[in-house]
């Protein structure tokens, strides 16, 4: 039987239907298309395809399993180095990354990885399989952990597999950070996915604190004076960026960051049956290019919103978005208006957003990221008639840590400066990964962030 050079497909809700609920839209396969996709693996005596993880699992390892049926085995398998694979397989970029590598990608479509990851993450769940609990010394040390994004997580299940008594400090009301504030419950159910994987590392013996604002009831340096033997920092970029353009202070303009958080941790979604209210008018327009963008767009779809549009200043082929949420917004009726830029937001006399004045634009010669730069169209101002705005332009750190920590160094965006390969800061016995360290990045990039630091720490702790 010849090999298939294209994936199993992915069964999804119809777009129109899904376009009206929060509802997750990749359903997962089946154990038969797993076991069926699985075989088109391979078996690379030299795997390329995991030198594209950040978190090196064992991907031909974790698949032949599932080629032989033996799931719990796969399972188990992908733990051993990520303690989140259910959020890996939903959100990771794999066409960037393991997927990338694929032999088969050469000729055809690679073997669809994270679909596969996904697949045997929720089979597990469903089977209730259950982490060993760790038994911990009685001199255990102790290592504090500021955020509970994906970094945070990471790190603290590796640590505490190490023998480290991890205590992380969240400072909003529920653990996850961006995977609970930022990233819609129709990409990444939070009760049935994040919060039972959280729940995995509390059984691993992982003290989550909640409504802890590092800065603010304590400081890093408290920390280590008081209690911890290591600290490691991983507060991601929630600050987001606006475009400091006329109109911007209107309401009915959203920072996405703000918008996401509400609809998602705050449950706005559920209104009234939750007590968070979100302003969704009939016309929206969304600024910017990224996942983000296409999270807000979607979600103000799913809020009743008649027209989306997504605004941004370059073509489809620059857009940063995954193709894979590109599709899934246009298939929703999202309206795309590319190589266009705002330059102004309209309101009327009380206050409230009526329209989004933008300027055509052109593509010139490649800027330093390589990508051809947006020159604007002169004379070609047009206004969008919408009457909410959200921006999406990208975020940035949060100061709070880094003003109040002594000998902690940074970089003139705010960004903690700490090495590449250990995590370390200028600080002795504080470390930082992932977005706080990077800028705002993906998931899996924080979480190999995380592992990283985790390494270091054992040494730094076993040493000192």
């Known amino acids: 039987m010849s090999l298939s050079l ?97 032999i088969l990608a050469k000729k055809g479509e690679s073997v669809a990885i994270g679909r596969l990851e996904r697949f045997v993450a929720d089979y597990s769940m469903e089977k209730g399989e259950k982490l060993q609990t760790i038994e911990y010394a009685d001199d255990a040390k102790k290592v504090a952990i500021i955020g509970s994004g994906p970094a945070g997580l990471a790190a603290a299940g590796d640590l505490a597999k190490m023998g480290y008594k991890v205590t992380i400090f969240e400072a909003l009301h529920t653990a996850g950070g961006v995977l609970s504030y930022g990233i819609p419950e129709f990409r990444l159910p939070k009760e049935k996915i994040v919060k039972a994987e959280i729940d995995m590392l509390r059984q691993l013996g992982v003290e989550i604190v909640v409504n802890a604002v590092a800065g603010k009831l304590f400081t890093v340096d408290e920390l280590l004076e008081e209690e911890f033997d290591a600290v490691f920092i991983a507060t991601g970029a929630g600050l987001p960026h606006f475009m400091g353009i006329p109109g911007e202070n209107l309401n009915g303009v959203y920072a996405a960051n703000e918008f996401l958080t509400r609809c998602n941790l705050m449950k706005a979604y559920q209104f009234p049956n939750h ?72 309101g009327n006399e009380q206050g409230w957003v009526t329209g989004l004045k933008c300027i055509r634009m052109e593509l010139g010669e490649p800027d330093a990221s390589g990508r051809r730069r947006p020159v604007a169209v002169e004379g070609s101002e047009f206004e969008l008639a919408v009457d909410t705005v959200i921006i999406a332009i990208g975020q940035g750190p949060n100061p709070l840590i880094q003003s109040t920590t002594t000998g902690l160094d940074t970089n003139k965006r705010g960004n903690i400066l700490a090495d590449e390969e250990t995590c370390a800061t200028s600080k002795p016995g504080v470390f930082a990964g992932g977005d706080i360290v990077t800028g705002a990045a993906t998931v899996i990039l924080a979480m190999g962030a995380g592992k990283k630091a985790a390494k270091a720490i054992d040494e730094y702790l076993k040493n000192k």
């Open 6 to 102: 294209k994936k199993h497909a992915m069964p999804e809700q119809d777009a129109k239907a899904r376009a009206k609920n929060f509802d997750e839209v990749a359903l997962g396969y089946d154990a038969q298309t797993a076991i069926e996709e699985a075989k088109r693996c391979l078996g690379c005596k030299v795997p390329l395809c995991r030198k594209g993880c950040p978190v090196q699992v064992n991907i031909p390892e974790f698949i032949g399993h599932i080629k032989e049926g033996k799931f719990a085995d796969a399972a188990a398998e992908i733990k051993m180095v990520n303690s989140l694979p259910a959020i890996c397989g939903r959100v990771c970029p794999q066409e960037e990354q393991c997927e990338k590598h694929c």
């Open 275 to 346: 007590a968070t209210p979100i302003h969704v008018g009939k016309n929206v327009a969304v600024v910017g290019g990224g996942n983000v963008a296409m999270d807000a767009a979607r979600t103000a779809l799913r809020l009743g919103a008649e027209h989306v549009y997504i605004v941004y200043r370059r073509g489809e082929a620059e857009l940063p978005a995954r193709l894979e949420e590109v599709h899934h917004a246009k298939e929703e009726g999202i309206d795309f208006k590319l190589l266009n830029n705002p330059v102004a937001v309209i």
